[in-house]
């Protein structure tokens, strides 16, 4: 079979045209698993760059609270963490806010931390970055700077314990509005012990007609048995049986911001963001059914409801150092989309406590019909015997 | 990226990268396992990630990186091409079943061949190729993605193509 240069091309392109395709199964089992990260993670997105064009012109809204001297100010940190235009706003109002007399910056210990209340800033385009979520950039934001440390004086690193920093509003039950359901994000490091966070979420000057708080907590996401809400005057305060950190400080943003309007807004994005989390994709029941029956196998009931393919089992010797090496397996060639293994290196120590079964392993992509269940067994004359197993009467593998 | 957008991108891409992460590890297990941790780290890195870059070359050099990793990691596992059928090979290039009749002049035996042949070339090589012709990237965007030269990548892809003429040549001749 000759063929010129083009036809070469052609047939390499043809041939390796992407033809496999990945299970629905799997799909699933990914976007599951995204909804998980996603809220293990809704904290720690960091802020995508803006572009150029879309950065805008800088309101008047911006409002400081505090400033303090004993730690960087909120500005600093911003230019520490590389946003150097939020930087300059924090400095402006600093500036603003020092000619009527700055406050001293708040503290609260609690359960061996110092949390900091250092600045915060509300405004449209305020900062170098930007956050999107769901194709939106989210520009009009609240950025609230705190600082953490030990309140033994003992240096706190970046990454080392899980602290909670988020706005909270009065009248809206914490647990369902915080930093999380209101598009927030964080960066922070740590400097001479302390760790500084520059916390931003959508603006919450909309709520200025409402009891407006910061929360810093030494857990990783809200935990409702830190705080107490009252359903019925909206009022959140610390749970004071807490032994650890559950710092509340109270926020003053002027009333005059508030936007009943856009605060509906922001509680309906929050309420629908919160459902789509909520939404995971379940797994099929089939799959998870066979993979409940298979987990309930044992070496000593498998051969009662499993056959087991005889030309899957291969038997292998254990070298000098431990490891066994099993060559490739399919469980059925006849089936188009048999299931199987490549070759696999392994040592003894880590499959086996001793001579005897084990099951080292099951997997299905549809249920009971593609279930597959390995085991490898160890013999007295030190020889690995390694075997495939389906479910009796059910498997497509039978057929 | 939110949920809704992972699974536009899947639906998008999720053929073309899982494609890719077969021929890389040249087994269903590891390739189900690659391509899920794949885009899991696509999620995690999507808030530092520009939204209009080519999303696919981004999956696809996130997959690479990953698979030298988790080498590198599990370096005491060999794997070895599970042994398909020629039937299944050539099945798994029509996989609707129903080839058109431009695809059927091609034939299944060459088919079969160049991917066998393909599955034997060492990494550096296999990588430029798949990216290439599976992937239709550019030479200039394959070197941005592995990190070489324009030049190394060139030469990787002539001797690719060399090493895959000669076996495919004495491969159709022993058939």
Redesign the interface.
Same mark, same amino acid.
């Given at each position: 079979?000759?063929h010129d240069k083009d036809e070469?091309e052609n047939?390499?392109?043809?041939?390796? $045209?992407?033809? =496999? @395709?990945?299970?629905e199964t799997?799909?699933r089992?990914?976007?599951q698993? $995204?909804?998980e =990260? @996603?809220r293990m993670?809704q904290h720690k997105?960091?802020?995508?760059?803006i572009p150029a064009a879309a950065a805008a012109l800088m309101l008047a809204a911006g409002f400081t609270a505090y400033a303090a001297w004993n730690y960087r100010n909120a500005g600093e940190i911003a230019g520490r963490i590389g946003d150097e235009k939020l930087s300059g706003a924090f400095a402006k109002e600093d500036t603003a806010r020092n000619a009527d007399g700055v406050s001293a910056a708040e503290s609260q210990t609690y359960g061996g931390y110092t949390a900091t209340f250092l600045g915060l800033l509300s405004g449209d385009s305020l900062s170098d970055y930007a956050f999107?979520?769901?194709?939106k950039l989210h520009s009009d934001r609240t950025y609230c700077a705190v600082a953490i440390q030990r309140a033994d004086g003992s240096a706190l690193s970046q990454g080392e314990e899980d602290f909670f920093v988020s706005p909270l509003i009065g009248g809206l039950n914490p647990a369902l509005y915080n930093a999380a359901s209101l598009f927030g994000?964080y960066a922070e490091f740590a400097e001479d012990g302390i760790l500084y966070r520059l916390l931003e979420c959508d603006n919450i000057s909309c709520f200025a007609d409402h009891a407006l708080y910061l929360c810093v907590s030494d857990t990783a996401f809200y935990d409702g048995s830190l705080y107490r809400w009252d359903e019925a005057s909206g009022t959140i305060t610390r749970n004071t049986d807490y032994q650890g950190l559950n710092a509340l400080f109270t926020l003053h943003i002027d009333p005059a911001l508030a936007d009943p309007v856009k605060a509906q807004e922001l509680i309906d994005a929050a309420d629908t963001a919160a459902r789509?989390?909520s939404e995971t994709p379940a797994l099929p029941s089939s799959v998870e059914e066979a993979m409940a029956w298979a987990a309930a196998l044992t070496p000593e009931t498998i051969a009662d409801s499993c056959v087991r393919m005889e030309n899957t089992v291969q038997t292998c010797s254990v070298d000098a150092d431990g490891?066994f090496?099993l060559?490739?397996?399919?469980v059925n060639?006849a089936v188009?989309d048999?299931?199987?293994?490549?070759?696999?290196?392994a040592?003894l120590s880590t499959c086996f406590d001793g001579p005897g079964t084990v099951i080292e392993g099951y997997?299905c992509s549809e249920g009971m019909e593609d279930l597959v269940i390995t085991t490898l067994t160890l013999s007295d004359d030190n020889t690995v015997t390694f075997a495939a197993w389906v479910p009796k009467d059910v498997s497509i593998y039978l057929r | 990226m939110?949920?809704?957008?992972?699974?536009s991108y899947?639906e998008t891409y999720?053929?073309?990268l899982?494609?890719?992460c077969?021929?890389l590890t040249?087994?269903?297990?590891?390739?189900?396992e690659l391509?899920?941790d794949t885009?899991?780290k696509v999620?995690?890195l999507?808030?530092?990630?520009?939204?209009d870059r080519n999303i696919k070359g981004y999956c696809l050099s996130v997959a690479l990186k990953l698979w030298k990793n988790r080498k590198r990691k599990f370096a005491?596992?060999?794997?070895?091409?599970?042994?398909?059928?020629l039937s299944?090979e050539a099945?798994?290039?029509?996989?609707d079943g129903a080839a058109s009749s431009e695809?059927a002049v091609?034939r299944r035996e060459?088919?079969f061949l160049?991917?066998q042949a393909?599955n034997e070339l060492p990494e550096k090589l296999k990588t430029v190729?798949?990216l290439h012709?599976?992937?239709e990237m550019s030479l200039a965007q394959i070197a941005e993605m592995t990190h070489v030269s324009y030049g190394t990548v060139k030469s990787r892809l002539y001797h690719a193509?060399q090493y895959?003429?000669k076996r495919?040549?004495e491969m159709?001749d022993e058939t």
């Open positions: 079979m000759k070469w047939l390499l392109r043809r041939a390796l $045209a992407p033809s =496999e @395709k990945p299970s799997i799909n089992r990914i976007l698993q $995204a909804s =990260e @996603k993670r997105t960091y802020r995508k760059l999107t979520a769901g194709g994000s789509e989390l490891w090496a060559q490739p397996w399919l060639e188009s048999t299931r199987g293994g490549g070759g696999v290196k040592q997997n | 939110t949920k809704q957008e992972l699974a899947i999720g053929g073309d899982y494609s890719f077969r021929y040249r087994d269903r297990t590891e390739a189900d391509y899920q885009w899991l999620l995690e999507s808030g530092r990630v520009d939204s005491w596992r060999k794997r070895i091409a599970p042994v398909r059928t299944d099945d798994a290039a029509y996989p695809d091609l060459e088919i160049i991917r393909v190729i798949l012709y599976m992937e193509r895959l003429k495919w040549e159709s």
